[in-house]
């Protein structure tokens, strides 16, 4: 596999650059290309669903998406050590009924020495929220 810059160890700046790239990749909604950040058996644990692999990934943000209309998502660094990032981060999304949600939670990253996550961590509480208002767009 190529490099995936920026590598670890992380700086301020490149672990920025890491959650911007990981921001703009989960916005577009493409679940190829949001799997192709992570190793081919990365580890995830998102709410209560414990995934291993690219093809769990990739079918995993199939359903989200299929649920999660209209999502959008802001990460911002919280730190960052080594081989090592923790993010905070809020989406919004509305339901097929039409209700509005926010999403908030924290995320732990470890990446490989390529700079690909090979573990994904993630703490995820959800709030139903009137289309008014929304931040998140």
């Known amino acids: 596999m190529n490099p995936r810059p920026p590598l670890p160890p992380f700086t301020e700046v490149t672990a920025r650059r890491k959650v911007q790239a990981a921001e703009d990749a989960w916005n577009s909604r493409d679940p190829e290309r949001v799997s192709l950040a992570y190793t081919e058996d990365t580890e995830w ?23 999660e209309l209209d999502y959008r998502l802001k990460k911002t660094l919280w730190a960052f050590t080594g081989n090592r990032i923790a993010v905070r981060f809020e989406y919004e999304y509305r339901d097929h009924s039409g209700q509005w949600w926010r999403a908030h939670g924290n995320e732990n990253w470890e990446f ?22 929304r931040r998140v767009f």
Do not use: C, H
């Open 45 to 67: 644990r998102n709410r209560t669903e414990f995934l291993r692999g690219r093809a769990e990934v990739v079918e995993f943000l199939r359903r989200k998406w299929a649920k």
């Open 112 to 133: 490989d020495e390529l700079g690909y996550m090979r573990a994904r961590f993630a703490s995820i509480n959800d709030q139903p929220i009137a289309e008014s208002e």
